[in-house]
């Protein structure tokens, strides 16, 4: 599906143009013309490795025009990543955190040209229903709510905090 963002529609961004995408990473196909930037955010923690370098290459060699970036944010790997821990314990864990995908962007050819920590509190205590939901969508769907509620008191302990830490990475093609 394509979608043409009402924002870039209407005359609020003048000479930007935006096209959403939404597909797997297994059935994109590119875009129809080369574009400036693409935005991975969130997503490659769910690719495959094969998928990814495919995913890399295809970037730089077909749909990036010269000079064209690439921006990551993703999950960096620690004691202190409950949700990253979460997810594993429902039983999806990450494919790849930011370090390793950092590697294969430089090693598919991309130059890294600006990287920033992004770092704050989670706090899962006395979780909604919405969160719960959330969870079991990620974990597509096999949980309970009954289990997410009780991995959640388990991972996160008596106070029910913890801290999230992604990496925003900008490469340049």
Known sequence: MTIRPKCFQDGQFPGVE??????SIQHWKGADRAVDAVLLFDVLMHVELADR???????????LAPGGIVIIITDLCG??????????????PA?????QAEEEMLAAGFR???????????????PSRDLVKFF???ADNVPSEQEVRTAIADI??????????KKLGIFKK
């Not at 370098?53 to 749909?63: E, K, M, S």
Request: net charge neutral; aromatic share 12%.
């Open 95 to 99: 494919k790849v955190y930011y370090d």
């Open 18 to 23: 935006a096209t959403v995408m939404e597909t």
């Open 53 to 63: 370098q495919a995913l890399f290459q295809q970037l730089i060699t077909q749909c």
């Open 112 to 126: 890294l040209q600006y990287s920033q920590d992004i770092k704050g509190p989670d706090d899962f205590s006395n």
């Open 136 to 138: 079991q969508l990620m």
């Open 79 to 92: 004691p202190t990543q409950g949700f990253m821990r979460l997810l594993e314990r429902l039983g999806k």
């Open 156 to 165: 996160y302990g008596p106070n029910l905090r913890s801290n999230f830490h």
